[in-house]
């Protein structure tokens, strides 16, 4: 097991948060309790119930419930840090994205908006206050990396690169076949672009996925079934370690990995 990480104010364009709206806030918290050993404390509550999830008292991930007339699909919503939510946000628009909530005040812990990039895909902005994102990272129950599955990365790579600075560096070495961006500040990769072509579930649409390191694959998967949810993409060999596409109880997809040690991706 790695080291665990408790990360300062992250620079900007760099993930920092993750977030999942549900429709039973009780039963999701049971869910992910079960499979990551959350515990959970209230608010802040900008938009309704929600609750910040703690490891070792540290906080690693937010829930929140929608309203009960609000039919949304559910989903993790990938957050980017920023010093300044309203220049950003300008920027996304001007850039061909939309900005669909916000930016707002979310009390004293911050400011918030949720934006889509050009092909659709859902991502937040958070400008930190008291609350500066995931405090946790690099052990089993933390988020540890964040990758847009998406048709292909040529129509949105250049998007991230003028919103964020980000550098997007293709891996060629892989095979000319796999088309595939890592987004790196200052030469230390924070986030990837994953075009799947065809295989681009047509539910789903083009989307930030979430990977949460887990102590073993093979096991979270076999818990994930057991406690109501089910397996997407069963067990398999990535980049970077192991791992297993899943869905919570109420259909959240999100990919557990089992990092090789010495990945850079694991601290956050």
Sequence with gaps: MTEAVEPTRRPPGTPCWASLMVHGLGTTEAFYGDLFGWEYVPGPEPFGPYVRAL????????I?????????????????ATDDADATAETIRSCGGTVAVGPLDAGRAGRVAICSDPVGAIFGLWQAGDHIGTQLS???GTPVWNEL???DTSTVGKFYEHVFGHEARSHD???ADFDYLTLVLDDRPVAAVHGVGRSLPHD???HWMTYFEVADVDDAAVQVQLLGGRIVQPPREGLTGRLVTVTDPEGAVLT????????????G
Aim: aromatic letters at 6%; a positive charge; charged letters at 20%.
């Design 256 to 267: 557990l990995l089992q990092s090789r040690p010495g990945d850079l991706r694991r601290d």
């Design 149 to 151: 599955v998406t048709q």
């Design 64 to 80: 929140g419930e929608m309203p009960p007339d609000r039919h949304l699909p559910v989903a993790w919503t990938t957050y980017f």
């Design 55 to 62: 490891l070792g008292g540290r906080e690693v991930a937010g």
């Design 138 to 140: 690099g052990v089993p």
């Design 173 to 175: 070495a892989v095979g």
């Design 204 to 206: 789903r649409g083009p």
